[in-house]
């Protein structure tokens, strides 16, 4: 390939004569490891049972709720099914801190120097550059920006979930022990810890499968679906235009080969869809009972 040709295709003339001779439709870029995965996994089916479990105990009300309740063995059921899956939640949060933790030790050694590092979940100058970047971009005024590891979207969305879990996990368990609690606080904390926890509950099951289902799966360049956080892994091609900030950056330092893995067998991606479906349709339904509830039948 002679210097023109790399320029064609975007590519530095540094890049290893090993990674061009590679089967470029074949390899694949590995964006997460497999603990990443696993947790995601988790965290979609605690969400998703803690939302319809809460659902149906906030609009028992309604049809759908009682309906719902019923197929989940009663409103008690419910409760319990619910506190279960609180628990799995928890236990994703804490592994995922421990996670973090190791890496910090392992790469960092520092906080700070995670915190503050470029492939950190951090917001930075550069988030506010890509933001103002994108609204250029959408009315036609400019580029479309270049996003590195994370856009500034993806780093909402992973802050909100710690938001999320204090307050509402913090709530919950006020609601799951009242009487111990209440040895420590007044009564009233009770009353508010239950308003907190519902209307929160609510904002952030809104919040998911509206905003977040958009971002992910929605826009334009990844309909119906980016399957990337269960398999863990995109096509080259896909990532060099979703990611040209630190696709830039590896080829650079010459590590972009130790990223790049065989594709997952066609089964594998067929399952793997089948679940991604089964996670966005159930997520609509939520919306519609949960929008049908505010409009005709609120108390």
Not at 108 to 113: D, F, I, L, V
Not at 272 to 298: E, R, S
């Amino acid at each position: 390939m002679t210097e023109s040709e790399k320029q064609i295709n975007n590519e530095p003339a540094s890049v290893p004569v090993s990674l061009m001779s590679m089967n470029r439709q074949k390899l694949q870029f590995q964006r997460f490891t497999r603990l990443n995965r696993v947790l995601h996994i988790l965290m979609i089916v605690s969400f998703i049972s803690l939302a319809l479990t809460g659902l149906t105990i906030k609009f028992s009300y309604t049809g759908w709720a009682s309906i719902l309740s019923h197929l989940l063995g009663g409103f008690e059921s419910a409760g319990y099914i619910h506190r279960f899956f609180a628990v799995v939640m928890m236990s994703v949060f804490i592994t995922h801190i421990v996670d973090i933790t190791k890496m910090k030790k392992r790469e960092y050694k520092t906080w700070r120097a995670l915190i503050f590092s470029p492939g950190s979940m951090m917001f930075n100058k550069k988030d506010l550059k890509d933001f103002i970047e994108t609204l250029k971009w959408f009315i036609g005024k400019g580029e479309r920006p270049q996003y590195g590891r994370w856009t500034y979207w993806e780093k909402f969305d992973y802050f909100a979930v710690f938001w999320g879990i204090f307050v509402i996990g913090s709530t919950g368990v006020t609601l799951w022990f009242p009487e111990l609690l209440t040895h420590i606080f007044p009564g009233w904390v009770i009353n508010v810890a239950t308003i907190i926890h519902s209307d929160e509950a609510l904002l952030a099951t809104g919040f998911i499968f509206t905003i977040h289902f958009f971002n992910t799966h929605l826009r334009p360049e990844k309909f119906p679906m980016d399957i990337v956080i269960f398999s863990g892994r995109t096509s080259l091609e896909e990532y060099k235009i979703d990611r040209p900030a630190e696709y830039k950056e590896l080829l650079e330092q010459h590590k972009l080969e130790e990223f790049l893995v065989e594709p997952y067998p066609p089964i594998v991606v067929r399952a793997i869809k089948v679940f991604g479906w089964a996670a966005l349709t159930t997520g609509f339904c939520i919306v519609v009972w949960i929008i049908y509830a505010m409009i005709f039948a609120y108390r």
